[in-house]
């Protein structure tokens, strides 16, 4: 059970249990990837299943203005834009309350520069009467080409620049960045040894880690420890078509299909084509992914955390053997494909967990190529897109197509590219009818079609 905001006898504080809600909070000069900090791990805690929103103070501000007119609004003696920025903080502050309070959030992640002690305490305060954990996230840069590129990169799709142009744009914002500069007081080892914070210097080059209370806080510093900037693309397909696949049958470990081997051979042309520089190549420890990844003549390492879900005793049964033999189960998973359970077998929440330490090395990674199973490569995917564990389950990802993943700002590009060899469907969408006493007919409406 989680632990909740449970009032005590004191005024102005609430108990704050073992579990209680977590308040992350970022610090830092504008263009230091905060953002970018805050989405990534956003997206990362609800994709283990932990559920986690963001609260960005800046488009409370845009919000509240309108239109931004120029740095002035944020020059230290500017009294009127103090006010208003106070005003969003606290407006955000109040959010944060609903989200973990009432609507049963985990973790809020409040991101703005929050570079004042003051401002630190402030929330560190709010925190306290709301029986929130807190962990500051800082994230420092001295490099200047790092500083530009972010500006350039992230800062001039602002809408507070969309009628400026490129220069114009820059130099307001290299200005706004100043007018923080003086008053930034940095999380200090001495000054703030009691807070508990992970300080990333220059883009992760160094980190200074503090006072870590609790299993979800060193979650947060594993994963920001691995994650990287620099430029790179993820390639991720299903094995060639296999043998059980053209019967319509799920799991097992059969070998490729004759088609299933062309593609394998399209594959490699492809890889070979993208002339990526140090390509590392995982596949599961089943025969059909590594019959595809011997076709392409070069190394590949086999994880068995690759390996698809495991349908237990639906193994190696056709759709409407299931139907047959266990249509109450089957009538289960279509009402929650997430979270049901194969009896002796896993469910896509369980595979999610499974699949953890591969998105930690993915993300270590530069160029990397995973071919994979259906099941895994939706679970991958929806990390990557951001995509919720009710979509994650339904996610196409159809035999014989390489899908590249980029990731760009505050996101991912996708681009699906078919690689010319025919296969069979493999995609059941959720039929309209999950009733239990629901008909053969209905259970099996969105079966594709097999041999």
Known sequence: MRGSCRPTNTRDRAVCMTNCPTLIVTVGLPARGKTYISKKLTRYLNWIGVPTKEFNVGQYRRECLKIYKSFEFFRPDNEEGLKIRRQCAMAALNDVRQYLCVEGGQVAVFDATNTTRERRGTIVKFAEQ???KVFFVESVCEDPDVVAQNIVQVKLGNPDYIHCNTEEAIDDFVKRIKCYESSYQPLDEVLDRDLSYIKIMDVGRRYLVNHVLDHIQSQIVYYLMNIHITPRSIYLCRHGESDLNIKGRIGGDSGLSARGKEFAKSLKKFIQDQNLKDLKVWTSQMKRTIQTAECLGVPYEQW????????GVCEEMM?????????????LRDQDKYRYRYPKGESYEDLVQRLEPVIMELERQTNVLVICHQAVMRCLLAYFLDKTADELPY????????????????????????????????HRDRPENVNVQRTTEDALDTVPTHF
């Open 130 to 132: 709301n029986g929130f």
């Open 304 to 311: 068995k955390s690759l390996n698809e879900i495991d349908a």
């Open 319 to 331: 759709y409407e053997e299931i139907q047959e033999h266990y249509p109450q189960e089957f009538a």
């Open 395 to 426: 996610l196409k990802c159809p035999l014989h197509t390489a899908l590249k993943l980029t990731p760009v700002a505050y996101g991912c590009k996708v681009e699906s590219i078919y690689l010319g060899v025919d296969a069979v469907n493999t």
